[in-house]
């Protein structure tokens, strides 16, 4: 069985920074992609960014465009998750997720299979 853990989340001021981190181990074989999605209190969970290991191309969220930045090591299944200039909107908590395929829509939550028990974020103002 595939687990997914993240790591990293707190609380900050606007303006400030953090670095999330998130492993995946349970395979033998790579997952396809890896993402980060965020759930704020009352509103459904969203799409931030996203990795894809078979193209190495990124896709960010419009909010999140120049302020945040995904990187990560395909060989240890790990990806991170650079916060920059931190609004009181990004306020949530933050799931990490891992798909197993081929043809994985990155930015669509259907498309992975296994997910993170998640980190909060807190940005205050």
């Known amino acids: 069985q595939v687990q997914v853990v993240e790591s990293g989340g707190g609380l900050v001021q606007a303006g400030g920074s953090l670095r999330l981190s998130c492993a995946a181990s349970?395979?033998?074989?790579?997952?396809?992609?890896m993402g980060w999605f965020r759930q704020a209190p009352g509103k459904a969970r969203e799409f931030v960014t996203a990795i894809n290991w078979s193209s190495g191309g990124t896709v960010y969220a419009d909010s999140v465009k120049g302020r945040f930045t995904i990187s990560g090591d395909n060989a240890k299944n790990t990806v991170y998750l650079q916060m920059n200039s931190l609004k009181p909107e990004d306020t949530a908590v933050y799931y990490c997720a891992a798909s197993y395929r081929r043809w994985v829509v990155v930015t669509r939550l259907g498309e992975y299979d296994y997910w993170g028990q998640g980190t909060q974020v807190t940005v205050s103002s």
């Open positions: 349970g395979r033998t074989f790579s997952p396809y992609a």
